[in-house]
């Protein structure tokens, strides 16, 4: 983490009451970790923003709109697979709610809403930040609620001091490797973990479609710095690779770290399709097969603004070949942790 100066003062954590000990007992882990934050500068509070008023009691709705400055909106379903219902629910709806929430904050300093680079949808080429709507279809129902959710989020632009973040698909830290859950670039992993048994393994496509996998930290350190920037209000950042490479060279990449192997061969995108649209291979890949589409979206990701304005802050995204030992490692020591794998169905 950058060693940026913003001093935490107290800060308050939504989560739905089945989430309550699970947050308390992470609070506790990072304060180990941690040398200037304590246990009592965390206040859990249970809700659920898919509520009007995010089901937060009345005394505490009261307190937060007297002290809250900053506002970091990730609750969102983050899967690729999810269902349209569900995910218009959290993270349209659940939106809203956060959206007609903020405006009663009387210290509000800065509404930070989490999106997604894929808004974009199926469009290819260059994708810049300032775009949202160009009529873009989707690949998902996650990218369509995101999309509609950011939307939302723009609409209050004039009435809140907004910044939308965008990042790129969130790998583990660049330093450790630690993630909370294996999806992502992680399904290349799971799959490999499954191949290593042939005596060969292809590449699937040709993959030159750019991967855009970002460090988690890098999101973190560069959140922080633009929730705190007055560049930052208004804007909408892309935090993304820089310089990505195509998904052949990082599946290449991916095999040498990991296996020590090269791939050899080309099994076309079009017969994974079809192995993928069986359940039982899905679920012993551990892997979606939503995730195939990105194989092929031949999107660029522009990054100029968040770039510009990061600048001064020692803050950059590290190139995907540095970070990667420490993923495999990672990966390698945690793989058989269920609670770390996504259910496939």
């Known amino acids: 983490m950058a060693q940026l100066d913003y001093p935490a003062g107290h800060i308050y954590l939504l989560v739905l009451p089945a989430m309550r000990q699970k947050a308390e007992a992470e609070i506790r882990e990072i304060c180990k970790e941690a040398e200037n934050i304590s246990e009592e500068q965390f206040t859990v509070i249970e809700g659920d923003i898919t509520k009007e008023g995010l089901s937060i009691e009345d005394g505490m709705r009261f307190k937060l709109a007297e002290e809250v400055t900053h506002v970091f909106h990730l609750a969102a379903i983050y899967d690729l697979a999810v269902k349209r219902d569900i995910a218009w629910r959290v993270n349209v709806t659940g939106t809203e709610n956060v959206n007609q929430w903020v405006k009663t904050l009387k210290a509000l300093k800065r509404y930070v809403y989490f999106s997604t680079a894929y808004v974009s949808g199926k469009r290819e080429g260059r994708i810049y930040e300032h775009e949202l709507d160009m009529g873009q279809t989707f690949k998902n129902h996650y990218e369509e609620t995101k999309f509609e959710a950011e939307k939302r989020v723009r609409g209050i632009m004039g009435d809140v001091p907004v910044t939308v973040i965008r990042p790129g698909i969130v790998k583990g830290h660049s330093k450790t490797g630690e993630t909370i859950k294996f999806d992502g670039i992680y399904f290349l992993s ?67 770290a990991y296996l020590g192997r090269k791939p050899h061969g080309t099994i076309p995108l079009s017969v994974m399709e079809r192995l993928f649209s069986i359940k039982a291979f899905r679920k012993w890949l551990n892997a979606e097969r939503e995730a195939l589409e990105y194989f092929t979206c031949k999107a660029e990701y522009d990054c100029s603004t968040a770039q510009k304005d990061l600048e001064g802050s020692g803050i950059s995204c590290p190139d995907f070949k540095e970070t990667l030992p420490a993923m495999v490692r990672f990966y390698e020591a945690h793989k058989d942790d269920r609670d770390k794998q996504l259910k496939i169905v």
């Open 190 to 256: 799971n799959t490999l973990t499954k191949f290593k048994i042939f005596p060969v393994i292809p590449y699937f496509g040709e993959g030159t479609a750019e991967g855009n996998f970002v460090p988690v930290d890098y999101i973190f350190d560069a959140t922080l710095y633009l929730a705190h920037a007055h560049a930052g209000t208004g804007k909408t950042y892309h935090l993304t690779d820089p310089h990505p490479y195509r998904m052949r060279e990082l599946y290449k990449m991916v095999m040498e």
